[in-house]
């Protein structure tokens, strides 16, 4: 943020008795910047973590509602749909209006949205609260992440910083099922969505106190026929993938919803190119490096969200721990999130090439997936389960932060908005593509494989199976579905690696911002161009 001008006297020469006090200012500067730092990481951390905190409580307010078996996933896919669809806009609104005025509305509408889920009587309120969750959290993620990419323009404070909020994108997500299992066993799944409340009136006092930002830039246009093709495009493509795990691949609807999906952001991509205000400059994505790692942030993603649904199943279902039991199984896993972020991927980010951090940690994240592919019946949390995830959640610690870095680096401010939602895009739609994609594999190995081996059991103990021996024939099915899907998740890893090894060039300390260009002045790439060696 740049310094307030000095005052001057009359004749606009500096007044010296100012000039004293001016040596103290960087100091003051730097401990409002992290203060401030701490108020957007709160807010990100609610946003992230309210994606995953309700999946253990789940079955709590299935019984509670009496939600179906066939629309209690809709607990979880109103957010993520919402949230997903509706992240560019909300990028493009924080460069209109401003991004802490955004900030601030994002707050005070997500805490109405988890009150009203926390109250809810019934299903369509809870459907409703949550989808309204989404289009708040779509207001508050890019501005929260664009504050911080214009708060921090030093190269050494700024990896720091993107240290931490990497720690919080990749372990908010295991954070909110451990706290998700601590507030049901001990309180009520309501309290999943009431202490929502309760963090956004902490960020919404450090955000008056604390956040400075400028005003919104009044040339910014809303590109609404944007908002039409891209919202609709991702919103028919996350919902046709969730649907396929109901109705099947190969059902009109999901094809339907899969082919214009894939339609509209085609037309999208053209409009793009057409419109005067784009919703989403194309020149952002285009960018080799900065393309690279929104690119293996989605891939990264849909991996990461697809293990949390099926080692929660598995943990709960299967071994038979508790809702506590299973949010303490993910801690380990956060600590390595944590430690891999801000203690090794934070230090060497500017030393180091960003695909030297981002595909090692690619890697050993598929790794840490390969392990978990042996998992059956009988494995052991210390045997089995906690190598694996150790191993998947230093991986993932040494790649939010360089990813994230790199992709929102180099655009002037006027796009920091928009391109923190591109960001922000990238990992709610790889969670809602990796719990709608993984599961529907999850679930077709299942069926396939119990189709086969049931009636074979049964015949082998006399045409009848007793109520035991069926349910540890389901739980070897279901665990074989998990293991196949976390085999397919780990060739996304490998597949994310290669592309940060072959498109991510950007070099070490290149992360500056760019000054804004004039209204109507070209635009000049960025330090994180492409660039041919």
Request: proline share 5%; hydrophobic share 50%.
């Amino acid at each position: 943020m740049s310094n307030p001008a000095k005052p001057s006297s009359p004749s606009g020469t500096p007044g010296p008795s100012h000039d004293a006090p001016a040596a103290q200012q960087p100091e003051e500067q730097d401990a409002h910047r992290w203060w401030a730092l701490a108020v957007i990481a709160l807010a990100q951390l609610m946003v992230v973590l309210d994606a995953t905190i309700v999946n253990i409580a789940l079955p709590s307010a299935q019984r509670d509602l009496g939600l179906s078996t066939g629309n209690r996933q809709w607990v979880i896919t109103a957010y993520t749909l919402a949230f997903g669809g509706l992240l560019l806009l909300g990028g493009r609104i924080a460069d209109l209006v401003g991004r802490k005025r955004t900030f601030m509305i994002g707050l005070v509408g997500f805490a109405i949205a988890s009150a009203l889920g926390g109250a809810a009587q019934n299903s369509a309120m809870l459907f409703g609260a949550r989808a309204l969750q989404g289009v708040f959290a779509a207001l508050l993620a890019p501005s929260a992440l664009s504050l911080l990419t214009t708060t921090f323009t030093d190269s050494k404070e700024s990896s720091k910083a993107f240290g931490i909020y990497g720690a919080i994108a990749g372990g908010g997500a295991a954070i909110g099922l451990l706290l998700g299992g601590v507030l049901t066993e001990y309180l009520d799944w309501r309290w999943c969505l009431y202490v929502n409340v309760v963090i956004a009136a902490i960020a919404m006092a450090g955000a008056i106190a604390l956040l400075h930002d400028r005003q919104g830039h009044r040339e910014a246009r809303l590109d609404i026929p944007g908002v039409v093709l891209g919202c609709g495009g991702l919103v028919a493509i996350v919902y046709g993938l969730n649907e396929a795990e109901s109705r099947g691949w190969s059902s009109p609807v999901v094809l339907g919803l899969l082919i214009g999906g894939v339609a509209l952001l085609a037309a999208f991509a053209v409009w793009q190119n057409r419109a005067a205000h784009p919703l989403l400059p194309l020149h952002i994505i285009g960018d080799r490096s900065r393309g690279g790692a929104v690119m293996t942030t989605c891939l990264s993603t849909i991996g990461l969200f697809g293990v949390f649904l099926f080692m929660t199943f598995y943990l709960q279902n299967v071994l038979g721990y508790s809702a506590l039991r299973a949010g303490l199984a993910f801690l380990p896993m956060s600590g390595m999130i944590i430690l891999g972020s801000t203690q090794i991927s934070a230090r060497l980010l500017n030393r180091v090439q960003a695909r030297l951090l981002i595909g090692p940690g690619l890697l050993m994240a598929a790794g840490g997936l390969y392990i978990l592919t042996f998992l059956d019946i009988h494995s052991s949390y210390v045997g089995h389960i906690l190598p694996g995830t150790l191993l998947l959640g230093l991986g993932l610690g040494l790649v939010f932060v360089p990813a994230i870095a790199t992709a929102t680096s180099g655009v002037a401010p006027r796009d920091a908005g928009v391109t923190s939602a591109t960001v922000n895009t990238a990992q709610q739609v790889g969670g809602s593509i990796g719990t709608a994609l993984l599961n529907t594999i999850a679930a077709t190995v299942t069926s396939t494989w119990l189709a086969s081996h049931l009636p074979a059991a049964a015949a082998q103990h006399g045409g009848r199976l007793t109520e035991a021996q069926r349910r540890s024939l389901t739980n070897a099915g279901v665990t074989h579905g998990f293991t196949v899907a976390i085999a397919v998740a780990a060739l996304i890893m490998l597949a994310a690696a290669v592309l940060a090894f072959l498109l991510i060039n950007a070099k070490p300390g290149s992360r500056g911002v760019d000054a804004e260009p004039p209204p109507g002045a070209p635009r000049t790439p960025g330090p994180m161009a492409d660039r041919t060696t």
